[in-house]
């Protein structure tokens, strides 16, 4: 619990929120909390009695059709219970529905206020969305589900580009009380198989192109082939995005979206479901090749996005909201889609890329909106901070209040440069941590309200209480000046109920490794003023771009090629993208390295391979053909050690005198060294 109280904060030298914020903010609109006080005293209520405290926000901020009995079940503990790990249910006996939150309540009163600003790739090619036609259209497509058997509790697959229809698309779906299963459109159509087949989706919703950077995706084409082997598929419905006439089509399968709109009356009532039923499947990796299908339920998920986009952005319904996220993952979902919708505000739907046509498209975009709170991984900040101030300077970008990141620690000289460039030192940066599995914020800034220091999250939001544990002890490590593995004591409303028909694996990967808590993956440390500092991932989970790679998964794909015995795959830091991945891959038939341009095809092929297998973003940065890889005598591979070796850290080695095969070291060393 962060426990000093401002003054003494901004002694100590964190940084005040902007002068002025509370007057920037949309004329009629009251701030959501005056003060920092004010943030710890509703904290601690949240803390001691969430129930009450939830409650209290879920009757407030969310329409019901049947209100809810209990804020949580009678027997659910108010923390996690050692013994059954189990996690609450909230909001117990309540039924309503997710679309008519996001869009209904707003179109009824305000049609005509823009619900999305579409970007599209090319500039000027983009149009705006009022509530009232986005209502209309989610309807329609409501209806052509249903017309193809969708039913309540069927998951849809959805593997589209960010355009208007991708929020088309999620709202019908959940509308008539169906599972969105949206699948990064980045991803192989291996990965879109694997994801289809486990969600046992009937229905995929695509488009036939896609638009990025000015370069052509031929998603449909991407479809098709993973329909090859998915025989539950019944129908896919394309939106026509490029309109180029030559993708290919399945007679009586694949349907236009164009025409089957039109069939359709502009409303349908929507669905309730119960609180506790799932809202959406998104697929994440873990520690192990498998991708977990992280199942958020629709109360507690609905309720984070809403208050987090309020709180911690200070979303007021006269916002625009720019997220440069994309819809295939988390970010997309909480802050593209139900965040702003709930809140009633301004969605800009961003199709192109950072750097396209130039790297000015982000503050354009701001400019030409009047955008008041933006949000982005600090990854493309890294690149747009190369690419020079000049691409920023020219642009009037006074309206922004809130600058949002995400995904992965933002240094200092990254965020000052947010802050200086983008902010003119007038916006709050708010560096938000979180995961797929949380659903929304858990450790960030209020904006406005929250003093901050550069590269860190600062304190935890509402309901969470955050516990750094020693990582072999497994103990609680009390105080400040800590430094540990993350976890949480407490269930909040976001969190993530199951893996999609695995509740074993949920609790083995989060519940259970610190009986008792609720385990991040993450290792960070709390400072002597109870500020959070995140240090990256403790498993094998790599961060490329904001980008979450299983080094596990990316072996299995190595694998997939004839030539490969074996492989170890590790990250290692890069400037730009934070973590890179490398792969040390060892032939079945070593004569293969001899000969350089032998060696060099090879490792091509091995580039193609994950791609295919999982899709471009995932492709190893360095591929090191090596003669053999380090194991214990039991036979594990010692992904440390190639992780000392990228870092230029032969002298950490510490004793490797216990594997199996100790002069495979130097081996790898020299391999490094000559790459
Ligand atoms: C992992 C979750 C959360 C949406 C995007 C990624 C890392 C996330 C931060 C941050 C440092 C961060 C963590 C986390 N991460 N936000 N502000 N500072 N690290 O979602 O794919 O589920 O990845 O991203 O390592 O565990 P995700």
Known sequence: MPTKDLDLLLREGALQPPKGFFERRPPNSKPFLKNFDEYLKLYKQSIDDPEKFFSQMAIENLSWSKKFDYGRLPTNEKIFNKETCDAAAWFVGGELNACYNCVDRHALLNPNKPAIIYEADEPNEGYILTFGELLKKICQVSQILKQLGVKKGDTVAVYLPMIPEAIITLMAIVRIGAIHSVIFAGFSSASLRDRIIDANSKIVITSDESKRGGKIIETKKIVDEALKQCPAVTNVLVFKRTGNSHIPWTKGRDLWWHEEINKYIPYIPPTAVSSEDPLFLLYTSGSTGKPKGVQHNTAGYLLGALLTTKYVFDVHPDDILFTAGDVGWI????????????????????????????????????????????????????????????????YDLSSLRTLGSVGEPIAPEVWEWYNEFVGRNNAHICDTYWQTETGSHIIAPLAGITPTKAGSASFPFFGIDPVIVDPVSGEELIGNDVEGVLCVRNPWPSMARSIW???????????????????????????????????????????????????????????????????AVVGFPDELTGSAVAAFVALKDKSLYSDDDNANDIKKQLIVTVRKEIGPFAAPKMILLVNDLPKTRSGKIMRRIMRKILAGEEDQLGDVSTLSNPDVVQHLIDVVKSN
């Open 331 to 394: 970010t997309g979902h909480s802050y593209v889609v139900y965040g702003p919708l709930l809140n009633g505000a301004t969605t800009v739907v961003f199709e192109g890329t950072p750097a396209y046509p130039n790297y000015s498209r982000y503050w354009e975009i701001v400019d030409k909106y009047k955008v008041t709170q933006f949000y982005v991984a600090p990854t493309a900040l890294r690149l747009l901070k190369r690419a020079g101030s000049k691409y920023v300077e020219n």
């Open 501 to 567: 028909n695995d509740y074993n694996r949920f609790l083995d990967t989060y519940l259970k490794p610190f009986r008792g808590y609720y385990f991040t993956g993450d290792g960070a440390a709390r400072d002597k003023d109870g500020f959070y500092w995140i240090l990256g991932r403790v498993d094998d989970v790599v961060n490329v771009s904001g980008h979450r790679l299983s080094t596990a998964e990316i072996e299995s794909a190595l694998i997939e090629h004839h030539l490969v015995a074996e492989s």
